[in-house]
């Protein structure tokens, strides 16, 4: 079957770095997508990799090995505006989107 | 980048009534559009696919006749959610895409349904 397994919930302290882990195993891979999703609301997209490597966008940064079938989400500077879940999705070999359970994050002052 | 939207973005129904949510994007032609649905501390789970003039593709143990859907246009999908029961109160959720990069795809702001 596929699965994509991430953390429940994590806790961090603003001003600081956290990295969200997903581990995937899908049928096919045609890319790993990142998205925060505030409660209540539609998801937001991130970031995409589809080769292996770091992605960085601003304060955001993401990473893909698809050997190891891993990708992580590193947020730095933490602010408390980013408490929220992060939702990792892998596109499979139907283009599909597989979705994780999402990481609730959650920012202390 | 790109505008979707849904209507309504909250609706409170009496058990045994339909609902019917809208879905559209606003400054491009939608050529898929997708429609998810959110239970509280859970991920999305894809309902259906559905392209413009074609019927909508549902996932499995997905009722078509209970979710109803029609994408009647490049720019408008509606989900009707007929003879809704309290177990269907959720966040839907629509998606539409112009591509096949999945990039391209962007989120409506989601409906709250509550059932009573």
């Known amino acids: 079957g596929q699965n994509i397994d991430q953390p429940t919930e994590m806790t961090a302290t603003e001003g600081a770095i956290v990295q969200i882990n997903c581990t995937y195993q899908?049928?096919?891979?045609?890319?790993l997508f990142w998205y925060q999703q505030h409660a209540g609301e539609a998801p937001t997209f991130l970031s995409y990799n589809v080769l292996d490597g770091l992605e960085e966008k601003g304060r955001f940064s993401s990473f893909l090995s698809r050997s190891k079938g891993y990708s992580y989400l590193l947020l730095k500077e933490l602010q408390m505006k980013d408490s929220a879940s992060y939702l990792c999705?892998?596109?499979?070999?139907?283009?599909?989107?597989?979705w994780g359970a999402g990481t609730k994050l959650i920012i202390k002052p | 980048g790109a505008v979707v939207s849904q209507h309504p973005s909250r609706v409170i129904c009496k058990s045994g009534t339909s609902v019917k949510i809208e879905c559209r994007s606003l400054?491009?032609?939608?050529?898929?559009m997708f429609w998810y649905r959110q239970f509280p501390k859970q991920s999305l789970m894809l309902m259906a696919t559905s392209n413009e003039g074609s019927k909508a593709t549902y996932e499995q143990g997905v009722e078509k006749d209970k979710f109803l859907i029609n994408h009647a246009s490049l720019t408008l999908s509606t989900l009707t959610v007929t003879s809704a029961h309290p177990e269907d109160s959720s966040f839907y959720i629509c998606s539409a895409r112009f591509g096949q990069q999945q990039e391209t795809q962007y989120f409506g702001p989601g409906t709250r349904l509550l059932v009573l």
């Open positions: 899908t049928s096919g891979f045609n890319g």
């Open positions: 400054d491009f032609q939608a050529t898929t």
């Open positions: 999705a892998v596109m499979d070999s139907n283009y599909q989107l597989i």
